[in-house]
């Protein structure tokens, strides 16, 4: 089955650090990759996507790109900020016309220190 | 326009009730998905609704579970003789048909109830 892992944390940095999370993935197919942010008190937001092999999603900042070759989709950002604090998740979604429910990982929690 | 929305935002109750919990979904999102988040987990998947029938229910972990989306529209997560391990968070999502989204599963999610069994 499908199955997604990401580094766990707590990952703790200082302002302006560059960010790694890395996040690998098991599925059949060509899924579809995402990484949702979770901000403390608040619900899952879609942060980035990207839907085929080599393709770059970005958002805010961050970037992710889709890595087939070594099933990765690792979430970089040059210069963290204090309000990028949050638990990251790294997911993905089946291909080929499925609209089934999302593979989480088990999330990564950043610390930003000023 | 509105997100996803669920109630109650907490529930607490005792080993061996029964507890409804309600998601309303983005308006013109077809499909809609239950998830459980345990503490320190990511979200596990439940089941899945496409129009008014469970599209996929595999995720359902026992027969105490059960979700029904009679209109289309609003579900409720029905949970029968709750026990100790069904605290957790509980995470609606809706999504448009695939068809209409170009083909991406892209899944907007609810605040979440969070269920608490003592």
């Known amino acids: 089955g499908n199955s997604v892992t990401q580094m766990e944390g707590p990952v703790t940095l200082s302002e302006e650090a560059f960010l790694t999370i890395n996040c690998t993935y098991t599925a059949t197919g060509y899924p579809s990759l995402f990484w949702y942010v979770q901000y403390p008190g608040e619900g899952l937001q879609l942060l980035l996507k990207a839907t085929k092999a080599d393709d770059k999603g970005s958002n805010k900042g961050f970037e992710a790109t889709y890595r087939k070759e070594t099933t990765s989709f690792h979430l970089e950002k040059g210069s963290v900020q204090v309000s990028d604090s949050a638990v990251y998740f790294c997911?993905?979604?089946?291909?080929?016309?499925?609209?089934?429910?999302?593979?989480f990982g088990k999330g990564t929690h950043l610390i930003i220190q000023p | 326009g509105a997100g996803v929305s669920q109630t109650p935002s907490n529930k607490v109750t005792e080993k061996g009730k029964y507890v409804e919990l309600r998601c309303d979904p983005i308006s013109g999102h077809t499909a809609l998905y239950w998830y459980r988040q345990s503490l320190g987990q990511g979200p596990e998947f439940l089941i899945y609704?496409?129009?008014?029938?469970?599209?996929?229910d595999s995720g359902l972990p026992n027969d105490r579970f059960f979700a029904v989306r009679p209109e289309g529209s609003v579900s409720t997560l029905k949970i029968q003789r709750t026990e100790r391990g069904d605290s957790a968070v509980y995470l609606c999502a809706s999504s448009l048909s695939l068809l209409a989204s170009g083909g991406v599963n892209e899944q907007f999610f609810g605040p979440g109830t969070r269920l608490t069994v003592l």
């Open positions: 609704f496409q129009g008014t029938g469970a599209a996929d």
């Open positions: 997911a993905l979604a089946n291909s080929g016309g499925g609209a089934d429910g999302l593979t």
